[in-house]
């Protein structure tokens, strides 16, 4: 087992080598602005969690407080992610420890099974791991220096281990916030069968390994080696991976289809249905890794409850930094505050926090918002090649509407529904594109589905304001080379009916709260904007009658 996990390791060391190569050197961790100790939680099954005990710096060990947690794949001694660690210790990069041991927190970070200094195979989602974060969440709770009630929070797999918290709803947990998690990790690595592109930062962020690869990319994770100094245990669970584990995680991450036994036990959004527990929930419009998909489902399936959510345009990260948007630590701090700490504390900020892609902000009761309706747009039928790769007319259709004559706003999730005859090997993509007076095209939204005679697809979702004299641009192709990974089936497919289903907004907003554009809007235009040719906006142009908006 020990030689297995060691082949893994120097793969990964590889991997490092090439990326490190030129990676700009991460933020150095600040100064350790606490007292730390390790502790190990036995699971259900009796997997031995590891786990890392942040106090606020001269508190007795009996004093009582109000805990935050993170449940994580990502925070071994020695590294996390491709980031060395040569001191050791507890990995908080990135996370709020500070931010909470100053309110008067406990910080507790926990490896989830297979990583860091847990023992066992690691389950990408499954009942393991969900009782990891039951047994955490427990254990925390009934500690001496603990209060009884625990807040969850993460961004990415550290977010999916939060809705893995509410779904267990083990013994204190009090609240969760959750930013860009995975809500159904199948459709995380696909979108309906056909495999997500995902960049490699910092040499690209645009996508080239398919989601296929996520498994092995987590396996290499898992292998991290433990640190010189850490303790005996952590030691051993370091390097007890049955390779029995690796097999099985591999062919089942790399499985396609959501409808298997595997993938259907790791949907979150039916087990979600109901919840009442606290959640603040986040989602960039524009994040390049978990996309802004089935969460929105998952939104609105949430019982009643003190729920909270920022949707807007920034990428895979929450709104600490880099969003635009200052307000975000005080709302965090104060939805814990009221929910796990107990203080009698408004929580700042509305319901839900908009961030619409031309650079500001609103509040809204709900998302989409009450108001949004789908509009049907009818698209030109025709004529693609399902054949990848090299770009050419002979891949797309184009639908273009006259330039609006009053402003529109893109509020939701579109679809369309496309009659089609091709082979079932062939895939169809479809884009809507922003295009400017000046045939500047930005992409809104896409959607990818199989060829089916009546093909449904599913875009992302977005809020996005269409000024008076744009079009709207509707691209029907076969799959855009650089954002899923499809075989090409070297055969036509014909278009005879589509209709696109727009999310519009039937009321004029005004935007109300206060934030900047964002780092990931700007370079959202600026990576995703062609010049078209005239002759095919000219050729494509149809006539649609957009419905009046009201108020203002």
């Known amino acids: 087992m020990v030689?297995?996990?060691?082949?893994?390791?120097?793969?990964?060391?590889?991997?490092?080598?090439?990326?490190?190569?030129?990676?700009?050197?991460?933020?150095?961790?600040?100064?350790?602005?606490?007292?730390?100790?390790?502790?190990f939680i036995t699971s259900a099954d009796g997997t031995r969690?590891?786990?890392?005990?942040?106090?606020?710096?001269?508190?007795?060990?009996?004093?009582?407080?109000?805990?935050?947690?993170?449940?994580?794949?990502?925070?071994?001694?020695?590294?996390?992610?491709?980031?060395?660690?040569?001191?050791?210790?507890?990995?908080?990069?990135?996370?709020?420890?500070?931010?909470?041991?100053?309110?008067?927190?406990?910080?507790?970070?926990?490896?989830?099974?297979?990583?860091?200094?847990?023992?066992?195979?690691?389950?990408?989602?499954?009942?393991?791991?969900?009782?990891?974060?039951?047994?955490?969440v427990e254990w925390a709770a009934g500690q001496p220096w603990s209060t009884g009630k625990v807040g969850l929070n993460g961004v990415s797999y550290e977010a999916w281990t939060g809705l893995m918290g509410l779904a267990e709803k083990p013994a204190g947990l009090a609240a969760v916030a959750s930013f860009e998690p995975v809500v159904d990790p199948n459709a995380y690595l696909y979108m309906q069968g056909i495999a997500w592109k995902f960049s490699l930062k910092p040499i690209s962020e645009n996508g080239f390994r398919p989601g296929d690869f996520a498994g092995f990319e987590h396996l290499l994770i898992a292998s991290t080696p433990p640190y010189p100094?850490?303790?005996?245990?952590?030691?051993?669970?370091?390097?007890?991976?049955?390779?029995?584990?690796?097999s099985h995680y591999l062919a089942e991450t790399s499985n396609h289809d959501a409808n298997s036994a595997w993938w259907r036990d790791r949907d979150l959004v039916e087990r979600l249905r109901g919840n009442t527990i606290p959640l603040f929930l986040g989602q960039g419009f524009v994040d390049y890794n978990t996309k802004a998909d089935r969460v929105f489902q998952l939104w609105n399936s949430l019982g009643p409850g003190e729920h909270k959510a920022w949707f807007g345009q920034w990428?895979?990260?929450?709104?600490?930094?880099?969003?635009?948007?200052?307000?975000?630590?005080?709302?965090?701090l104060g939805f814990f505050d009221k929910h796990v700490a107990g203080k009698d504390v408004t929580v700042p900020g509305p319901r839900v926090t908009v961030g619409q892609f031309d650079g500001r902000w609103r509040s809204e009761a709900a998302w989409p918002p009450a108001d949004s309706r789908a509009f049907d747009i009818d698209l030109r039928p025709g004529r693609y090649n399902d054949r990848g790769l090299i770009p050419g007319s002979d891949r797309e259709i184009w639908t273009v509407s006259q330039p609006l004559e009053q402003d529109q706003h893109i509020s939701g999730t579109a679809t369309a529904t496309l009659d089609l005859d091709g082979p079932a090997t062939a895939s169809v993509t479809v884009e809507v594109y922003d295009i400017a007076p000046d045939n500047r095209a930005t992409v809104i939204t896409r959607g990818i589905a199989p060829v089916t005679p009546t093909a449904q697809v599913r875009l992302l979702g977005q809020d996005w304001p269409?000024?008076?004299g744009h079009r709207l641009g509707i691209r029907v192709t076969d799959v855009v080379?650089?954002?899923?990974?499809?075989?090409?089936?070297?055969?036509?497919?014909t278009v005879t009916a589509a209709q696109l289903h727009l999310p519009l907004l039937g009321t004029i907003r005004t935007p109300d709260l206060p934030g900047d554009t964002g780092e990931s809007l700007v370079k959202w235009r600026n990576r995703k904007t062609v010049s078209l040719d005239p002759d095919v906006v000219n050729n494509a142009t149809v006539t649609i009658k957009f419905p009046a908006r009201t108020g203002g």
């Open 49 to 136: 969690l590891h786990a890392d005990v942040l106090r606020p710096v001269g508190l007795a060990d009996d004093v009582r407080t109000p805990v935050i947690m993170t449940v994580s794949p990502y925070r071994a001694h020695l590294m996390r992610l491709s980031e060395p660690r040569p001191k050791g210790g507890p990995s908080t990069d990135d996370l709020p420890v500070s931010t909470f041991l100053q309110a008067g927190y406990t910080y507790v970070i926990v490896d989830l099974r297979g990583f860091g200094g847990s023992n066992g195979c690691p389950d990408f989602g499954g009942a393991g791991e969900r009782s990891d974060v039951k047994a955490a």
């Open 229 to 246: 100094t850490d303790s005996d245990e952590y030691k051993a669970n370091a390097s007890s991976i049955d390779p029995a584990c690796y």
């Open 481 to 493: 080379d650089d954002v899923w990974a499809h075989s090409p089936a070297f055969a036509p497919v």
């Open 466 to 468: 269409l000024a008076a």
């Open 3 to 39: 030689i297995m996990r060691m082949v893994v390791w120097r793969a990964l060391i590889g991997v490092l080598l090439v990326v490190g190569a030129v990676a700009v050197p991460g933020r150095a961790a600040a100064e350790a602005a606490y007292q730390w100790h390790e502790e």
């Open 315 to 332: 990428g895979h990260q929450d709104c600490t930094e880099k969003c635009g948007a200052p307000q975000f630590t005080s709302e965090l």
